[in-house]
């Protein structure tokens, strides 16, 4: 079974700067999606951005970037230019593209304050 | 377009009550799932559907019953509830079953007491 390990269950950055969530995953599979949602405190799951693991090059949403190593099952989220309103729970999720289904497995999550 | 809607969004229930959690969908999806939310522990799935009449276990679930009549619905039944389902559910939807894109619900926080 696929896991997802999000080793910074809290994080804090100042406004205008620059933070990076951290995120490893375990699979013995070689086609899968990976993804980063954002979770305000009104509970709304919000997809931030997504990442294809036969892509090689790194996915970017506006200010918000990924760093993929595949060899290493790691995928972090670097948001810049930091904005008050990033502050929420960050989820790292895995995405089989073998399965049938969309089935989501999730880390444990980061919380991200942003100070001004 | 309301999307994803779950009810209620909030519930206090008493150990050994039943209970449905609604959720429905109006953008003809036709994947839909449950997962419950615990701190630590991020989201896990409890069960899922790939289509009308067909449904199927997640990672966690014990203690719940699914059905899905219709494309639109998915409500997730609490059998006999216990402390240990104080969480918050979530209820997602994907176009097809190889979709990437997840919608979710607006959550409902379930304490048993």
Known sequence: ?116 | NAGVTQTPKFQVLKTGQSMTLQCAQDMNHEYMSWYRQDPGMGLRLIHYSVGAGITDQGEVPNGYNVSRSTTEDFPLRLLSAAPSQTSVYFCASSYSVSSTEAFFGQGTRLTVV
């Open chain 1, 1 to 116: 079974a696929q896991t997802v390990t999000q080793s910074q269950p809290e994080m804090s950055v100042q406004e205008a700067e620059t933070v990076t969530l951290s995120c490893t995953y375990d699979t013995s599979e070689s086609d899968y999606y990976l993804f980063w949602y954002k979770q305000p405190p009104s509970r709304q799951m919000i997809l931030v951005i997504r990442q294809e693991a036969y892509k090689q090059q790194n996915a970017t949403e506006n200010r918000f970037s990924v760093n993929f190593q595949k060899a290493a099952k790691s995928f972090s989220l670097k948001i810049s230019d930091s904005q008050l309103g990033d502050a929420a729970m960050y989820f790292c999720a895995y995405r089989s593209a073998m399965e049938y289904g969309n089935k989501l497995v999730f880390g444990a999550g980061t919380i991200l304050r942003v100070k001004s």
